[in-house]
């Protein structure tokens, strides 16, 4: 590797790169590349030089992380571990935006903590009585359709995205009664940090908590619903509409269905997904994904 030191930049004093300067207007102009020794994305020379053989990119990674012996100082770290938080988690925050913004990150958490402990037994009892007022299906008043549905909820709900468990954080999921029962019996029914709500009963949650702005999210929301007679074509504004589906991708006989999921752990956090299903009167199979987002 070639460092800096070893050219001779003594040899160009001020008054001769005055009369050079036209000739390099007038050269060629050639710059050496080579490419990082990391990434391989193409750099030039004199840049990886400077940069130990890395590109731009590589070498500003490297820099957000933080040297071996750089700790978080202890009274940070105090604040952290009786919030559950493993102040080694936060090293590279700290080196690399600073001990203010760490500081306002820990307040950050602090507030979020604090709105948990406040409104999560409000949403526990929101989702008791719930329970409590919700009618009764048993599983051989449900329809063919019914069922057919349950089976696709039940592959929605298993394959969901998992956040990593957060004891200062609920977990809000939304499906129509029928899910319900499905959702009982896997992940959301086994985690006493989850609630399983209707979307009228989620409305109802919505009336009683209102979320304060700029203070981060002490819950995830789910959702899972499923339209079995979507209008084919869909207005975006008054000039542009989108067709979920054209007529030969149904096949005679059968029905398409718009399954839709999404998860969102904060106003920048997550997303959601569409997809389309065919329902033949007996089985259902998935098509494809045909729309969905990320924030
Ligand atoms: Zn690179």
Redesign the pocket.
Known sequence: MVSASSFNFSSFSCCNSLEIFPLFIAMPRFRPQTR??????P?LQSKADKLDG??G???REDAAIPPDDVNIPHHLARRLVPMNENPLDYRKMAWRDGLDFLTHYIDKISERNELFEKWFPALLAVANQCLDNRPILPENWLSKVDRAKQQIYKTKISNAERLPPDRNKATICRMPLIAISVAQRLWPGKDEHTVILTPEEKSKWNEIYSHPKDTFWWFVNYWWSIDDSPNQKVSLGERITISNWDDNDVPEGNLPWLVHSGLQWGPLYGGSKTERWLWDGNNCKFVRITGGCQF
């Open positions: 990082c020794v990391r990434c391989g994305r750099v890395l590109c990119i590589c070498h």
